[in-house]
């Protein structure tokens, strides 16, 4: 194996191992995990059942049949764990709406989600 010595986190080295392992490069400021994950949601009184698709500490991808809007605020049920978060982006994709979603930072909660992504990326 092979051992560094200083951490090599965001630096040019970083982008050729990545690249050498088999790991794709992100552009965004957050890695994104890839997830498969069933998630209850709640709009107002419309209560949802989901699937995310990726997470990162800001927000997530979610497939839904319900109808959501852009700027709705809901809450998220993951596990034991409950966050409010915005709707930011909503396409069609045959019968299945996907789903940008942002995270609201200033709720207790989700400061454990945040834990829970970095521990899934090894932040």
Known sequence: GLKFVTP???????????????H???KRRHIRVRTDWT???RAGIEAFEAR???ISVTGCHVET????????QLRLKL???????DVRRVSGLSGVNLVGL???SQEPQTG???ALVKKLTGG
């Open 8 to 22: 090599i986190r965001g630096t040019w080295v970083q982008r050729h191992v990545d690249d050498i392992a088999g």
């Open 24 to 26: 794709p490069r992100q």
């Open 39 to 41: 998630v209850e949601g």
């Open 52 to 54: 995310m698709r990726d």
């Open 65 to 72: 049949k319900a109808s959501l809007i852009v700027g709705q």
């Open 79 to 85: 596990g034991n764990l409950e966050v409010a978060a």
């Open 102 to 104: 942002r995270f609201e």
């Open 112 to 114: 454990q989600l945040v």
